[in-house]
């Protein structure tokens, strides 16, 4: 335990104390959030980053460690375990080191070397091994035996080859220097199946493809790898990509020979030896290095896209609220109607009705004089539009209210419905709403999305949002433990309204399991709301540790102490006490009195149990309590007369909203009913090589059109604003300069040598997108 405390501290740049003082604390059962904000002292001031990647690193070590017990005494029971290779399995720092060290302990069926070692033939192997001045074929005379079936010479020599082979292919040593080599210079080849040209067209950009495996982007890896299980791509690792044309045989066998310490001189037993060496490589170890190199791939492809999805869900959730009004929800349809839903300022619903303002029905001013009397009658102040179908004609719907009911102020916001649906048919909706048809629930979705983003997305399967690449390629556990982490952290992060929180809410605040959350629900509706956080112990199977974890996150407005509507943990409630009897003053006239609180010297207040970042972090609440980490709220606003991509033209500058951030650019609505794609090489005049460094999910921006494909759906944008639209994208800035030459070049490693040309934006490449790898990557964010 000790030397996994080292590691990990080490591999944070942080005290070996902060680490075993968070692992302390994570093995008593707090949680990131928790341990983050309340025990800094305890910690050193460790983040949730930080304490994220802890919690993650320790999980993987100490499968390591036990993995290595079990080896040492699988090994041990065979009576094989040396000194020396007790020592190597010690050190052994991954798991990938430790399994190739097992490899030759490791219970295998009965091969061919064990056939032949049986029958008598490792002596043989040995002979031929220490000296290859002698001939093997008149060695392995000696060894010709009818009742062993050793039949002749070659029976014989083909036993001691694959005693040799199995012997060389399970060398620890040796395998990690080959795998390095490969890691370093191997590249990853995929090639069309023959006769599924068509069948295969999205994935055409593979039919020919070839990339390093050490440099191959995440979302490239994935989709050559979704083109084999689709049954469209063969896969096959080169080893020799940079061999020079005149060498003879593999690198690796040079390798091999080389670790074997062996000098070729024409000596008799080198044919036979150099055919060893050659069928070791190309039997044994290419088949091992390709699988186990290919999982690395796979999994640091899987990986990146993990990380990609959780940092669009944290920009997503983490989005600016509208804020408590009175909001009306509109979840656009064309034959099926305009689903309607009003909710209070807490999210309550209020009311529900469906209009057709659209064909074939086209009650279009019935449906603007039904819903001016539910603005009226219920007050609304905000109109939330979903973005699906007919959301532009639903928004000029909503437009024409505006005007023509002068005497109400009211403001209209497109917004995502991505997922709404999800909801609409869960169980959560049907507990929540049993009696509402499944229709009206989504515009309820969407109404309350506007108001709180976070609060309403927690509802829904975080898969369902569309803000992933491949996401369904990736391990499913790995991404359902990424997310949920996401999601706990921005719920803590801005903290729950104790009496107006959903069970799926308050299931995400620190120490609250599903079950507690229910029973918070049910004791607030038999006893009301809550007045003070003492309550909930009050609650079933909420106990104190528990309630230690939550209630620094659980926020109660207007009950009985004021501190209980701020992030100050009650535990630190008598350091505020301190602070109100230093300056004799009430609680009330201390809450947001700026000048006083920031005339305090914190060290003032500490003790042995509250520390400096402890009374610092209460000062700062104090003068902003309850203070929201979100940003400001603020709104796209569609361009009028732009409806559909056919409304679009090369050089039309529009803003829009990034609805999903990759690793190769950011989709952007522009109100068409189709995201636009802002290729990384469009999206800034220097380089740049994560598109999250412009944008993120959420960010309204303003941008240009580059090319439209109507019947493929596919729309080119850039960033640069100021630049000429040419055949090959944007070419020439106001300044002179050529941005666009600079960036393509500085990509081309995003572009395998021209061959996958995805940053193309027409000319010779044939369009926007003209290419699988964006088409994937286009269905994907749909999922």
């Not at 320790?58 to 036990?66: I, M, N, S, V």
């Not at 080191?97 to 097992?102: A, C, G, K, Q, R």
């Not at 042995?608 to 709220?633: S, W």
Request: aromatic share 6%.
């Amino acid at each position: 335990m000790t030397d996994i405390l080292k590691i990990i501290a080490e591999e944070l740049a942080v005290q070996p104390t902060q680490v075993v003082s968070a692992v302390k604390l994570l093995d008593e059962g707090a949680t990131v959030p928790f341990i983050a904000r309340y025990r800094k002292e305890v910690t050193g001031g460790l983040d949730d980053t930080q304490l994220r990647n802890l919690e993650n690193r320790l999980g993987y070590l100490r499968e390591l460690t036990e993995r290595r017990q079990v080896i040492l005494k699988n090994i041990e029971e065979q009576g094989k375990l040396t000194p020396e290779l007790a020592q190597s399995i010690e050190q052994a720092q991954s798991k990938t080191d430790l399994e190739e060290l097992y490899l030759p302990y490791k219970p295998k069926r009965r091969t061919k070397g064990q056939i032949a070692i049986e029958a008598g033939l490792e002596p043989l192997a040995d002979a031929i091994m220490a000296d290859l001045s002698n001939d093997p074929q008149q060695l392995a005379q000696d060894y010709i035996s009818a009742d062993k079936g050793i039949d002749d010479t070659k029976a014989a020599l083909d036993g001691a080859r694959y005693i040799l082979m199995e012997r060389f292919a399970v060398e620890a040593p040796l395998l990690k220097r080959i795998r390095q080599y490969l890691t370093d210079n191997a590249t990853i080849e995929a090639k069309l199946i023959d006769g599924k040209e068509k069948e295969a067209a999205k994935f055409s950009d593979y039919f020919e493809f070839s990339e390093s495996i050490k440099t191959i982007p995440s979302h490239r890896a994935l989709a050559i790898f979704r083109g084999r299980n689709e049954g469209f791509l063969t896969l096959a690792l080169n080893a020799d990509p940079n061999k020079d044309d005149n060498q003879t045989g593999s690198i690796v066998e040079s390798m091999i020979a080389d670790y074997l310490n062996i000098q070729w001189q024409g000596r008799a037993g080198e044919t036979f030896l150099k055919q060893v060496i050659s069928w070791t490589w190309k039997v044994k170890v290419l088949t091992h290095m390709e699988t186990e190199l290919f999982a690395d791939v796979r999994e640091r492809a899987e990986s990146g896209a993990i990380s990609v999805f959780a940092s669009n869900l944290k920009d997503l959730l983490m989005a600016a609220p509208a804020g408590a009004k009175v909001t009306m929800g509109l979840d656009p349809g064309i034959r099926t109607g305009v689903k309607v839903a009003i909710v209070d300022q807490t999210g309550k619903l209020l009311d529900t009705a469906t209009v057709f303002p659209h064909p074939p029905q086209n009650a279009w001013d019935k449906s603007k004089r039904t819903l001016i009397n539910l603005i009226k009658k219920h007050k609304v102040e905000l109109v939330s539009i979903g973005n699906g179908t007919a959301s532009r004609e639903t928004d000029k719907l909503a437009a024409e209210i505006l005007k023509e009911a002068d005497d109400v102020k009211l403001n209209k916001i497109m917004v995502s419905e991505a997922g709404a649906s999800v909801y609409s048919a869960s169980e959560t909706a049907a507990k929540e709403f049993p009696d509402l048809d499944v229709s009206l629930r989504g515009a309820v979705s969407i109404a309350r999305r506007l108001q709180d983003p976070l609060a309403e997305l927690v509802k829904i399967e975080p898969k369902s949002i569309g803000v992933g690449q491949y996401q369904h390629d990736v391990n499913q556990s790995a991404l359902s433990k990424s997310l949920d982490s996401v999601i706990e952290d921005c719920v803590n992060a801005v903290g729950v309204d104790l009496n107006t929180a959903s069970v799926p809410l308050l299931s995400k605040v620190s120490g609250l399991t599903k079950t507690m959350a229910q029973n918070v629900v049910e004791f607030r509706n038999e006893n009301g709301g809550f007045s003070n956080r003492n309550q909930l112990k009050k609650v079933s199977r909420l106990g104190p540790k528990a309630f230690e974890q939550c209630a620094g996150f659980l926020k109660i407005v207007g009950g009985d102490n004021p501190l209980d509507a701020s992030a100050v943990h009650p535990e630190a409630y008598p350091v505020v006490e301190k602070i109100v009897a230093a300056n004799d003053e009430v609680v009330t006239n201390l809450i947001a009195n700026t000048d006083k609180l920031r005339k305090l010297n914190a060290a003032d207040f500490t003790d042995e149990k509250f520390g400096l970042p402890t009374v610092q972090d209460i000062l700062k609440e104090l003068e902003k309590p309850g203070r929201d980490p979100r940003p400001e709220f603020k709104t796209a606003t569609f361009k009028e007369g732009v409806e559909t991509i056919a409304d679009l033209k090369p050089a039309m500058k529009l803003e829009g909203v990034v609805t999903n951030v990759t690793n190769f650019g950011a989709f952007v609505d522009i109100g068409v009913h189709q995201d636009g794609l802002v290729h990384i090489s469009a999206m800034s005049e220097t380089f740049i090589d994560d598109p999250r460094k412009v944008v993120k999910a959420g960010d309204i921006v303003k941008v240009k059109v580059i090319e439209v494909d109507v019947p493929r759906k596919r729309i080119g944008l850039t960033m640069w604003l100021n630049d000429e639209v040419h055949a090959d994208g944007p070419a020439k800035s106001a300044g002179g300069n050529k941005p666009a030459a600079r960036n393509k070049s500085n990509n081309a490693s995003n572009r395998n040598k021209g061959r996958n040309q995805q940053s193309s934006f027409g000319g010779n490449g044939g369009g926007l997108m003209n290419n699988a790898f964006a088409e994937a990557f286009a269905k994907a964010k749909k999922k």
